[in-house]
């Protein structure tokens, strides 16, 4: 079966950073696109960031220069580095993994930015 486990949120002061991770089992993790998703509350859930098989990556406009998404093939594992976050970025971030129209998601994880 499928397995994708984030790790890495918690609470951090605005201008802090954190990085995610995501540990993919069950797929064949180098062929997939990785994602990052995020949803507030009251809010839909939206594209973070994703970055295809072969490295190209893609962010959503309010992250572009503050966040990096990046994978390390050999360890099933997709990362999120988060600096310069903002009170806004506050969210339970999910992991995804998409081959064609086959999606698989985390369970989630939770980052507030407050001070």
């Known amino acids: 079966q499928v397995q994708l486990v984030e790790s890495g949120g918690g609470l951090v002061q605005p201008g802090g950073s954190l990085r995610l991770s995501c540990a993919a089992s069950?797929?064949?993790?180098?062929?997939?696109?990785m994602g990052w998703y995020r949803q507030a509350p009251g809010k839909q859930r939206e594209l973070v960031a994703d970055?295809?098989?072969?490295?190209?990556?893609n962010y959503v406009d309010s992250v572009k220069g503050r966040f990096t998404i990046s994978r390390d093939n050999a360890k099933n594992t997709v990362y999120l580095q988060m600096n310069s976050l903002k009170p806004e970025d506050t969210a339970v971030y999910y992991c995804?993994?998409?081959?064609?129209?086959?999606?698989?998601w985390g369970k989630g994880t939770l980052v507030t930015v407050s001070s």
């Open positions: 069950g797929i064949i993790f180098s062929r997939d696109r």
């Open positions: 970055i295809t098989s072969g490295g190209t990556t």
């Open positions: 995804n993994s998409k081959r064609g129209v086959t999606d698989y």
